[in-house]
């Protein structure tokens, strides 16, 4: 029981919960809302049954990446987080990248398949995710923005996957009804949309995270930004995108208080945009490993907030 425990740890099942959330309520609330009927009878489509497919490997491929990076952080790991520890404390280093590579495995073999049902894009792009997560364990992550970058990336990766899944307009020679391409440009705008939600939120918690892991990272000769900028730049840094990005939503609420979506709009104003200026402001007061701790985590909860929004978006698709 222990070693199972142990397991679902390594593999951070709390964020595969998040990613298995953020792609069902993107399927559920924006893209079945959106397509026609005349849709279900095209070859090549996203059935629910290819969704879950597509979900399963999801989950697998960031699984494994989760086990390969704690593989790799061992040693900065005992400074960070000691008391959280899995591998070679429970369980042993072979056993871990035996795992990574079943699992990937398994979750590549997945992306096949759904490429046959849907489109080759899916198991080339799931491809290149799961040989980033490795470069970006080894590599990467202790270099300047490029590791967050690719973290960021992955994470808009796991909303516009669905997108490339469900369109296939753009390479089939089959004639689709004009209803299609409408109902794949509205999918498209909402996919950007989370998106590029998620790559901003994702990159400003990366590097509050290095912040918080800078003891660690310095000691094995890291070169995060804090590191190399320093702790003032780099709140800089995630100070600009936390402008930024509330500020791109505030233009996107009011353009869609014309088109009347005043719950979407108020939900939105309230549990993602206010926490973000307030997050802004926790940031810049934060002086120890707690308090930025305590960011990283509201900004989990912010992300939170703003993938549960589809629920209410689904009123108006």
């Known amino acids: 029981m222990k070693l199972l425990f142990a397991f679902f740890r390594l593999i951070r099942w709390p964020n595969l ?5 953020t792609q ?3 399927y559920y609330c924006i893209i079945v809302p959106s397509l026609p009927e005349s849709y279900s009878g095209l070859p090549y489509t996203l059935t629910q049954p290819i969704f879950y497919l597509l979900m399963t ?3 697998f491929i960031a699984a494994a990446g989760y086990i390969i ?3 790799f952080d061992i040693n900065i790991d005992q400074v960070n987080k000691p008391d959280k520890m899995v591998v070679e404390k429970i369980i042993k280093r072979r056993s871990a990248i035996l795992l990574h590579w079943v699992i990937t495995s398994v979750g590549l073999l997945i992306s096949l398949y759904v490429s046959f049902k849907t489109s080759f894009i899916i198991i080339i792009a799931n491809l290149l995710c799961a040989l980033l997560l490795w470069v970006y364990s080894t590599t990467f992550k202790k270099q300047l923005l490029s590791g967050n970058i690719i973290i960021s990336l992955l994470t808009a990766w796991t909303v516009m996957v669905l997108y490339f899944a469900a369109n296939n307009t753009y390479h089939f020679t089959i004639q689709f009804p004009q209803e299609i391409f409408t109902a794949m440009n509205r999918i498209f705008k909402f996919a950007v949309l989370y998106a590029g939600f998620a790559f901003i939120i994702s990159l400003v918690r990366e590097v509050v995270k290095d912040i918080e892991d800078i ?3 310095a000691k094995y000769n890291c070169k995060t930004m ?3 900028w320093g702790i003032p730049s780099s709140k800089v840094f995630a100070g600009v995108w936390l402008v930024v990005l509330p500020g791109a939503l505030s233009i996107i609420l ?7 979506w005043w719950l979407a709009t108020l939900y939105c104003s309230i549990m993602v945009v206010a926490p973000l200026i307030w997050i802004l402001r926790k940031l810049y007061t934060a002086q120890n490993t707690q308090q930025y701790h305590q960011v990283s985590s509201i900004i989990k909860l912010v992300m939170l907030s703003g993938i549960v ?8 698709v």
């Open 17 to 21: 919960i998040f990613i298995a959330l």
């Open 24 to 26: 069902s309520l993107f």
């Open 57 to 59: 490997a999801s989950v």
């Open 69 to 71: 990076n704690d593989y």
């Open 215 to 217: 003891q660690g990272d």
């Open 226 to 228: 804090p590191i190399v």
């Open 254 to 260: 009011f353009y869609a208080l014309q088109l009347g």
């Open 309 to 316: 929004s589809m629920l209410l978006f689904k009123l108006y």
